[in-house]
Each structure stands twice: as structure tokens, then as C-alpha cells.
């Protein structure tokens, strides 16, 4: 326990219901793994937010933010402080203005990436399916530079918009900000130092006129080719681990035979070997030994290591 009676008197009073104590994580990931948060908070706003960092920042707690647990391996053991999720203050997703053939569509943090995905196809909006059938938040897939063989963010994104400790929201733009492969550099100047908050609270995407038909034909065509090479029906995080350069990391693994090895309830998926999925009852250490089993054999049998592109909480 590190939260002080202070802190979780004011989690309650200014949250309410939407602070809870001891929260199972599992309820929140993709992975159904996870045990109880110390505090777990859907923030409902931003003044509430602001209000949040604000403590965090000045010694109250740590504050970790989660989007929609779709990339998040959480321990099996109490992560300490306050888990943070973007609420309904964080949802609208609305075209902000039109410019030279562009048409700039905000969506809150807290909104889902189908959602936006949905949003601009319904409207005749292009630009938005390289994210269709990628799950989680907004903010989330900026954060990890989400995206598919046909885009990521970091093609789309005109600006994010983050709140700091102390300060107003700021608008960071596209150019000031540097994505790598599914990463967006923590640059201290623009995020702050390690370890204190930062939290993206919407972001800008520029994208242009298409037909509805057309777009939203190719967003089906990018489900069925998911449909057809990804485990469907099982929890799972995505991919576990990054691609190494020029590399597959499910084709390693496949070829290092690994599929269908389990540890515990984690297990490699028969159909694709780079997703770990839960088969039942596992828990995030044996996630977490299976990831080693994994890395280790891989680098044994072809001297690649391999990084995982879940975010790994620890407590
Ligand atoms: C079945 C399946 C398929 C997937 N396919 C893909 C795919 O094709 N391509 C792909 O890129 N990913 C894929 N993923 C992984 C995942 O969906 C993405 O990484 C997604 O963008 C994570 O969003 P999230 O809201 O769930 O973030 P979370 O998992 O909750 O968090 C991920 C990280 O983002 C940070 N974060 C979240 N929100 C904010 C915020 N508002 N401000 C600051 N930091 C924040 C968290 O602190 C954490 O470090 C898949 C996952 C699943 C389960």
C-alpha cells in the first residue's frame, strides 16, 4: 500500500464511484489477466484529470494511465498507486474544421480507435482504415504509434493535445513530435521528465473526402484479412512482441516450433505465433514466463532477440 488516507479520501470525495479500491486489473485488459489496482479512477473530465495529475505530480501518488488495456500485460500482485482511465469527458470524436482538401477530425483520447475508424466512414471520410479491427483508445494508439501493413498514426496525426502537471493542456504538433515503429519518442521537453505524468487528451487527424462505399468496402476487406490470419474469440493483446528490423516475429517463433506451447493458461497461438493468448485461468506470470521461454529460444535457435511491444506494468 502507498496511497495515503489523505489521497484516498479525496479519490473518493472528488471521484465518487468512478474511484475504486483494489479494482481487479483483469477486468480492464485484453488479456484478462491482472490483479487488484491500489486505485483505479475513470476520470470522467478534465478538470478532474488536470486535478489528478496535479496531486500525482506533487508526491501524492504515482499515476499510470491506462487506456483500454488492449496492450497491457498488468502483475499478478497489488500495482501500487493510482490507475488512471480516460472517461465519458474524453469520448466526442467531431470533424474540427476543413482546410485545402483536408478534413481535420478531433477525437477525445478516451474515444475507441473503431469508433473514429466508424465516424469517418460513415461521413465519407478517408484516411482512417489502416486502424480498422485494431482495438483500444484513441490515446492509447497514438501513444504506441498504432497500426497495420497499410498506416499507422503517426501517418495520419496532425497534432495531439496533452495535459501536464501545472499547466494548461498544450497542443503538440506533428512535427514536433518523433514516432518510431509502434513507439512515439518520450521527449522530456515536450512530455516532461520520466515518471511524471503526461496524459494525451484528444488528437487532431488530418484526413480527406472518399466515397462511403468504397471506404467502407476496404474496411471490410481489412477485417476479413484479419478474420483469416489472427486467433479470433480469445483474449489476447495483439501482437506480443515487436517485429524485429526486416523481420517476422510470429514467423520466428513459428519456426522455432513453438506453436501451441504453453505455460500455466498462457499459451502460442496455433494460428498465429505471435500472439500469446489467455486459454483459460492464466495468470501475468505465466505470461510472463512464457515471454521468457519464447525470447529465449528464439535468440538460442536464430540470435534475434526479441522485444515485447506490450507495455509490461510493474507494481
Ligand atoms: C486482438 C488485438 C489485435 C491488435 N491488433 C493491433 C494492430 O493491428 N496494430 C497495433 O498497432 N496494435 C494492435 N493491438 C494492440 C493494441 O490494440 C494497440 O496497441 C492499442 O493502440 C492500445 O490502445 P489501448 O487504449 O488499449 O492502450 P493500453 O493498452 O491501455 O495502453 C498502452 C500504453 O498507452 C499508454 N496510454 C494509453 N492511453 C494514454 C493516454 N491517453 N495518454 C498517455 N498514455 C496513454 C498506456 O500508459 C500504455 O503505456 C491489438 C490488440 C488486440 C487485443
Redesign the pocket.
Known sequence: MTLSPAIRLWLSERFGPAARFGEPLARHT?LGVGGPAEAWVAVPDEAGLSELVGRAAHGAAIL?????????LAPDEELSGIAAT?GKGFTAIGVEREEGGRILVRAG?GAS?TALCRFAAAQGIAGMNFAV?????V???V??N???HAGCVADRLESLTLLRPDEAARVIRREELSFGY?SLARDPALFGAPGSP???TSALFALFRGRRDEIEAEAREMLARRKAT?PQGVK????FFRNPPGQSAGALIDRAGLKNFRIGGALVSPVHANFLVNAGNAAAGDFLRLMEHVKTTVADKFGVILTPEV?ILVR
Do not use: E
Not at 479491427?133 to 483508445?137: E, K, L, M, N, R
Open positions: 485484453s499510470r494511465v491506462l487506456g483500454r488495456g488492449t496492450n497491457l480516460l483520447a480507435l479491427g485494431i482495438p483500444g483508445s490515446g492509447g494508439a501513444w504506441g498504432a497500426g497495420t509502434r503526461a496524459v494525451i489472427q489476447s493483446a495483439g501482437c507495455t
